[in-house]
């Protein structure tokens, strides 16, 4: 797939299935990733891989974290967060390790560039055959989530990328970019 095409037509996923991305795909994958713009060459990227057995020890730390945040959550409420570990064959766990102490690098510059790893990892798992979708919920903002995914008090989960085979039908087209561009004149408005 030439990058262009890749660019154009990536969509989110709406289901996926096995395969997961092998080890070779996964490496690309990473390799991509790491070519996130870096100011100050912090590599303030970090990655979980969560795969088989480790996803239902995901789906406890998403339904821990809805027990904890809504205590009168129905079970049935609690397995739906379980189950969310199973949308696809592997997770991703994309973070930031921003690094407080270099002034030059704002952490918002450090979160943005882990923000685009994922979307590299997210590219390329298409140009390779596959397909992601990116979530996030309450469970990536909790510090016991964290804690338990074993990211230090300087790391912020920016994503969850759920990666596979893509088996669900496409998503609706997003509306025409043009809508969203203006030229500036350089005059104040």
């Known amino acids: ?4 095409d890749t660019l154009v037509t990536r969509r989110s996923a709406t289901a996926l299935t096995e395969p997961a991305p ?14 996130a713009p870096d100011h100050g060459r912090l590599r303030p990227w970090r990655f979980l891989v969560v795969r088989g057995e480790a996803r239902a020890r995901f789906g406890e730390l998403l339904a821990g974290h809805l027990a904890r945040s809504q205590p009168a959550s129905s079970a049935e409420s ?3 967060e379980r189950d969310k570990a199973f949308r696809a064959p592997m997770i991703i766990v994309v973070a930031a390790h921003v690094n407080e102490a270099v002034k030059k690098v704002p952490p918002i510059e450090q979160t943005l560039s882990a923000g685009v790893a994922a979307g590299n ?18 469970a990536a903002y909790d510090a016991q989530v964290r804690q338990s995914l074993g990211l230090g008090p ?3 989960i920016v994503g969850f990328l ?4 893509d088996a669900g039908k496409p998503s609706v ?7 969203l561009v203006r030229e500036w004149d ?4």
Not at 1 to 4: E, F, K, V
Not at 22 to 29: I, N, Q, R
Not at 162 to 165: A, F
Not at 186 to 189: D, E, F, Q, S
């Open 1 to 4: 797939m030439q990058a262009i």
């Open 22 to 35: 092998d080890t070779g795909a996964l490496e690309l994958m990473f390799a991509s990733a790491v070519r």
């Open 78 to 80: 609690l397995q739906r």
């Open 121 to 138: 990892i997210m590219l390329a798992a298409l140009a390779l055959g596959y397909n992601a979708m990116w979530k996030t919920g309450g």
């Open 154 to 156: 300087g790391e912020v």
């Open 162 to 165: 759920y990666v596979g085979t």
């Open 173 to 179: 087209p997003r509306g025409e970019w043009r809508d």
């Open 186 to 189: 350089g005059a104040a408005v």
